[in-house]
């Protein structure tokens, strides 16, 4: 569970500078990826929607990709996940 920690206040600042949620920095970061066409996501309220199309028009540097991208490494080398598993995991401890 520390390991989790970690990661979600390393991912903090990243969320917090381009003024998205979470959530939002994960679906932005999985959109992003080129063998990515579409990200599956759930709602339980209408404002959850709402972020889901915002996370969709935001684009985040090459900085900040770096940074995820080296997080997760960092992540699930430390917690043995495997790469396909670990935004799935990230955002089930964020809700």
Known sequence: MSANRDLIELLK???????M?????????VLRRPEVTAAIV???RPRQIEETVEAGESVLSAQDIERIDESLSQHVQATQLTTRLRWIYLIRITI
Do not use: M, Y
């Not at 600042?13 to 003024?19: D, H, S, T, Y």
């Not at 979470?22 to 932005?28: D, G, K, N, S, V």
């Open 21 to 29: 949620t979470l959530t939002q920095l994960a679906i932005a970061w």
């Open 42 to 44: 759930g709602a339980g």
């Open 13 to 19: 600042p990243i969320a917090k500078r381009n003024g």
